[in-house]
């Protein structure tokens, strides 16, 4: 297998193969896959490939067939169609050279539509089709988490888990990633468009890419707006488990990025790959609220929003948003469950405690909003700390719509836009809580129903939809503890309510 060539790099973005995840990257060469856990690289060399489709009715994926092969190579990978007509058009223009012939692209994908090798022009696709020039940066990996809401990308920090788990990662807030978040377009409300005239709206070209903001940050100085500190003292940490990426983590929003700062302290930047209408007062009224409330809160990052934040080579007379917030030290709750899982004892007080901070949470106006495995984080002291706060509620948006879904395996399958208050955790809580208690009781519930899935724990949406024929709901009712059994018994009612409904609480599940 050839060594990836950096220079011809063409897209990357994150992606899924075969329930792993990790980063799916183009290049002159042809595709590589490399799995986020260290794990052996696929590679399929551009001569080879012969189809690149769309398929599946629902949940699409990116379906590409080799020459010499029945064999089919599904990556579950967000911006589907820009993926497809990339890989055709790299495909094309090799045999063009090559043979004189191409591949003709294919239009949207209903799921069954396919390529065929013919004589044929490419008209080329999007602009992240094209090869940056010139191209010294190395592509980022993105994480891409939740679970798109109506009309569907999506899904904070989490990696799958390697054969030999490796030491406690570090992670930054908000992160993400995991099966793509269910997002909602959702309009600005008129009290927040009126209330601060964003540079944000003046933009009109296309957003920044993991790829261009990867270039931003190996030259900080001429990247970063001076206003954000003393920028030409900063150092931008490259990721160690990624040598030569400066990228940590991607959500659905944007990617996480270590600094050491002027004072030697470590910090993260957050930086968007998603433009959004209200995206600028959102995130000063999140961040004003939570400054305001931050007593009995610690369990929340801090961060800054700066609206002027980095600019990238594309667009040299633009800064872009970014979140300057605290970096965080941890694992993600999976991963900590994972190299725990023989003791009940740990699992039992981290579930307990997660309830008391969702509770007060609560108390506080606060929805989180997308409470999942790898938006969890157990800080190396053995506290737990909340990050990617993209879907999150605050007293300011009462009568909005939510912005996301959060991640489906977490979420009361009848949430929508409309179900956006303090009470969206409830029912996350609920789940969280029953699945610890289940593991802490019977251990192997982890490989039997979790099966290295970093981004859910034992239980999925399509147990909430179907829980009389669910065997991991039936196994989790089986069970002598009677307080899993209660919790089982709340979890029958709560699916027969709202999603918002009051009769599971944090408190009172922490007190069963």
Not at 71 to 76: G, I
Not at 205 to 225: C, H, I, R, V
Not at 348 to 368: C, F, P, T, Y
Not at 474 to 481: C, S, T
């Amino acid at each position: 297998m050839p060594k990836i060539d950096h220079s011809s790099y063409i897209k990357g973005s994150a992606a899924r193969y075969n329930k792993t995840k990790g980063n799916l990257l183009l290049s002159a060469d042809g595709i590589w896959f490399v799995p986020d856990d260290g794990g052996a690289e696929l590679y399929l060399p551009i001569e080879k490939i012969m189809d690149a489709h769309l398929e599946g009715v629902l949940l699409k994926k990116i379906s590409i067939i080799t020459s010499g092969s029945n064999d089919r190579y599904l990556f579950s990978v967000a911006e589907k169609d820009e993926w497809r007509a990339a890989i055709s058009l790299a495909a094309g223009i090799y045999r063009r050279i090559t043979t004189g012939t191409s591949i003709v692209p294919v239009p949207p994908s209903n799921g069954h539509a396919r390529a065929k090798p013919q004589s044929h022009t490419l008209a080329p696709p999007q602009a992240t089709a094209a090869p940056p020039s010139p191209p010294p940066s190395k592509p980022p990996p993105q994480k891409k988490k939740k679970q798109p809401a109506a009309p569907k990308p999506a899904p904070s920090p989490a990696a799958t888990q390697a054969p030999s788990p490796p030491p406690a990662q570090t992670i930054p807030h908000p992160a993400a990633t995991q099966a793509p978040p269910q997002t909602s377009p959702v309009a600005a409300p008129p009290q927040m468009a009126a209330a601060r005239s964003s540079t944000i709206a003046a933009y009109t070209g296309p957003w920044p890419a993991g790829q261009d903001y990867e270039q931003s940050f190996q030259t900080l100085k001429l990247s970063m707006n001076p206003a954000l500190g003393k920028v030409d003292q900063w150092e931008a940490v490259k990721n160690p488990k990624t040598p030569g990426w400066y990228v940590y983590a991607s959500g659905n929003y944007g990617s996480i990025y270590k600094i050491k700062g002027d004072d030697n302290k470590y910090f993260a930047l957050k930086c968007f790959t998603r433009k959004s209408a209200n995206l600028n007062e959102r995130y000063y009224q999140i961040s004003d609220y939570l400054r305001k409330h931050s007593k009995g809160l610690d369990f929340l990052a801090h961060f800054q929003y700066f609206e002027q934040g980095v600019k990238t080579r594309k667009s040299q007379n633009f800064y872009f948003p970014v979140l300057r917030m605290e970096w965080i030290d941890g694992v993600t709750l999976n991963k900590y469950i994972q190299d725990n899982i023989s003791n009940a004892k740990i699992l039992k007080k981290v579930s307990v405690n997660l309830m008391g901070e969702i509770d007060r949470m609560q108390n506080a106006g606060i929805g989180h909003g997308d409470l999942a495995g790898d938006n969890i984080i157990v800080t190396n002291s053995g506290g737990v700390k909340l990050v990617d706060y993209d879907g999150m509620y605050i007293p300011n948006f009462k009568g909005q719509k939510s912005a996301e879904m959060g991640h489906a395996d977490f979420q009361h399958p009848g949430r929508s836009a409309d179900t956006f208050s303090n009470k969206l955790d409830n029912f996350s809580a609920l789940i969280i809580h029953l699945s610890l208690s289940a593991i802490s009781e019977k251990p192997d519930l982890w490989d039997k129903y979790n099966g290295g899935d970093p981004d859910c724990l034992i239980l999925r949406k399509k147990d909430f939809l179907n829980p009389d024929v669910s065997q991991a709901f039936k196994e989790l009712k089986a069970m002598r503890n009677k307080k899993i059994k209660k919790m089982c018994s709340i979890l029958e009612d709560y699916l027969s309510h709202g999603p918002l409904w009051d009769g599971a609480s944090p408190s009172m599940l922490s007190s069963l």
